[in-house]
C-alpha cells in the first residue's frame, strides 16, 4: 500500500542516522569517536532529577492541560521577561513536547497549502521537513560563509512573493554558531515588518553563547515585531534534558490556542512529571548550566585552533551553541573522494570519526562537528582526522 503524500516527501534526520552509525559500530566493537550528536554530554543536574522524582512521589503523574501545567508557564513567563524583556499573558504559552515539537505545532497551525516558509541556509534539518508536512514551500536563503552564515535584509527581500508566510530566525545556530547581533535582527524585522510576515525565533542555544557578545530576541525589538513573532526555547540544551522532552512556545493569539488545541488532539500533553522537572530547572540554580557552558567554551577554543591548523580547512568561529562547521570542500577536491558525503564516509568507515556531511543542513561543503564531547575525544579526533587527510 502506499504511503501518505506527506511522509513519502520526507528525509531522514542526517544527524540521528549518523549517531545510529557510530552506536552500531561501537556495540561490534569498534573505537568510534560520535561528534554528530546535538546534545550535551553532561548529565541533567540533580536538583531537576531529584524535583521530577518529587513530583512522582506526590502523584503528579496524571494528565496535564494540555498547554501545561500553569506553575511552569508563569516560570517561562517569568524568564521571559527577565531574560528576554518580553512581556507575555500565561495563555501566550504553551508548554509542548521538546522545542521540535512546538516548531511543527506553529507550522500546523499557520501554514496553509501552497504558503512559502523562508529557511536561511545553513539550516536545522527539521525546518524544512516541517514545512513540508504543513503543506508548505520551503524557500531557501543561503547564509554567506563570509558573513558568518547570516543572511542579510537584501537577501530577504529577494525572495518575499505574495505567498510568504513567514521567515525562520535561528540565533544562535545550529549547525554554524553564528550569532545576529541587535542591529542585524532589526533590519531583517524591517523587512517583515514591511511585507506583514511572521518571524519564527528559534532561541533553543540562547544559553550557550561565549565571549562579550549577548543574545537578544528579535521579539523584544518592538511592539509590532513582538506581535508577529513565535518564539520558541526549551529545556533540552542548557539544563541537558534532551530526552525529557520539554520545550515552549510564545507569541500571539489566537494561535497558541490553536497550538494548545492542536496538542490535545495530538500528545494530550507534555509528560507531567518532566514539566515538574522544567520549573525546577528554570526556577533553581542555574550553576551547572555555567559550569557546562564554560567547559564548551574551552573545547571549542582549543579544538578551533588545532582544526584551522589542517591543511585546506577553513572555518568559521561560533559564538554559540556546541558545533563547529568547517568548510572542508578543499580538502575534499585533494581527495579520491567526490563529495563531502563520501569523504565523511570514509571518515567514518575508515579512522571510525563520526560526523555529519554538510549537504544534511543545506551546505554541501561542510561538515558539522559537535564538540558536545569530552575535549580528550576531540583531541583524538583531530589526530584521526589529520591523518585520514595524510592518506
Not at 577553513?314 to 570542500?329: D, H, K, M, R
Amino acid at each position: 500500500m502506499p504511503l501518505a503524500n506527506r511522509v513519502s516527501k520526507l528525509t531522514p534526520s542526517s544527524t540521528l542516522a549518523i549517531t545510529a552509525k557510530a552506536k552500531l559500530l561501537r556495540a561490534e566493537g569498534h573505537d568510534v569517536i560520535g561528534l554528530g550528536a546535538g546534545e550535551p554530554d553532561f548529565n541533567t543536574p540533580e536538583h531537576i532529577i531529584e524535583a521530577a522524582y518529587q513530583a512522582m512521589k506526590e502523584g503528579h503523574t496524571k494528565y496535564t492541560p494540555s498547554a501545561g501545567i500553569p506553575q511552569l508557564r508563569e516560570a517561562i513567563v517569568h524568564k521571559l521577561k527577565r531574560d528576554n524583556n518580553l512581556t507575555y499573558n500565561v495563555d501566550q504559552v504553551v508548554v509542548c513536547s521538546g522545542a521540535k515539537h512546538a516548531l511543527y505545532n506553529i507550522f500546523q497551525v499557520l501554514v496553509n497549502p501552497g504558503d512559502e516558509v523562508i529557511i536561511p541556509t545553513p539550516y536545522w534539518v527539521s525546518y524544512p521537513e516541517q514545512v513540508k508536512l504543513a503543506e508548505g514551500i520551503p524557500v531557501f536563503v543561503e547564509g554567506k560563509e563570509e558573513n558568518q552564515f547570516k543572511i542579510t535584509p537584501e537577501q530577504l527581500e529577494e525572495v518575499i512573493t505574495p505567498k510568504t508566510k513567514a521567515v525562520i530566525i535561528n540565533s544562535p545556530s545550529n549547525p554554524t554558531g553564528s550569532l545576529y547581533r541587535k542591529h542585524e535582527l532589526a533590519a531583517l524585522a524591517d523587512v517583515c515588518m514591511k511585507h506583514n510576515i511572521f518571524i519564527i525565533s528559534d532561541e533553543i542555544y540562547e544559553k550557550l553563547i561565549y565571549g562579550d557578545v549577548e543574545h537578544v530576541s528579535i521579539a523584544s525589538l518592538s511592539d509590532e515585531v513582538w506581535a508577529k513573532t513565535f518564539v520558541v526555547n526549551g529545556m533540552s540544551k542548557p539544563y541537558s534534558m534532551t530526552g525529557w522532552r520539554i520545550g515552549y512556545v510564545a507569541g500571539p493569539q489566537p494561535y497558541m490556542k490553536a497550538i494548545a488545541d492542536l496538542s490535545s488532539h495530538s500528545t494530550s500533553n507534555p509528560t507531567s512529571v518532566a514539566q515538574y522537572a522544567a520549573l525546577a530547572a528554570l526556577e533553581g540554580t542555574q550553576e551547572p548550566l555555567e559550569r557546562m557552558k564554560k567547559a564548551f567554551q574551552e573545547r571549542r577554543d582549543k579544538i578551533y585552533a588545532q582544526l584551522i591548523e589542517l591543511p585546506g580547512v577553513t572555518c568559521v568561529q561560533p559564538e554559540g551553541a556546541f558545533y563547529l562547521f568547517p568548510n572542508v570542500q578543499q580538502v575534499v577536491q585533494n581527495s579520491p573522494y567526490p563529495t563531502v558525503d563520501e569523504w565523511a564516509k570514509g571518515l567514518l568507515e575508515e579512522e571510525k570519526v563520526a560526523l555529519v556531511p554538510g549537504s544534511a543542513f543545506g551546505a554541501p561543503h561542510n561538515v558539522r562537528i559537535s564538540y558536545a564531547t569530552s575535549l580528550e575525544a576531540l583531541e583524538e579526533a583531530i589526530k584521526r582526522i589529520r591523518r585520514f587527510m595524510e592518506k
